[in-house]
């Protein structure tokens, strides 16, 4: 059961809903049925060198090494 992002063509309100098989989405603003779906991302691309994330390298997880590692916990 995806989660679909819409603007309401009626009264101009963003929002997102989960939308299930044969169901018909409404705005929960207005009630309005006429809805354009809005692209949505699944999660925000990360800018280069902004992350508080440890970078992972090629060969993380190939020996013990690795588990000093600070991306070893990514893939542990």
């Given at each position: 059961?995806?989660?679909y992002g819409y603007q309401?063509?009626?009264?101009?309100?963003?929002?997102?809903?989960?939308?299930r098989s044969g169901e018909q989405p409404a705005?929960?603003?207005?009630?309005?049925?006429?809805?354009?779906?809005?692209?949505?991302?699944?999660?925000?691309?990360a800018r280069g060198g902004d992350s508080d994330a440890p970078a992972a390298c090629a060969n993380a997880?190939?020996?013990?090494s690795c588990a000093a590692c600070p991306g070893a916990a990514m893939f542990g």
């Open positions: 059961m995806p989660i309401c063509k009626q009264c101009g309100a963003s929002f997102q809903t989960l939308v705005c929960p603003s207005c009630g309005a049925v006429e809805l354009e779906q809005q692209l949505s991302l699944i999660a925000t691309p997880g190939a020996g013990p």
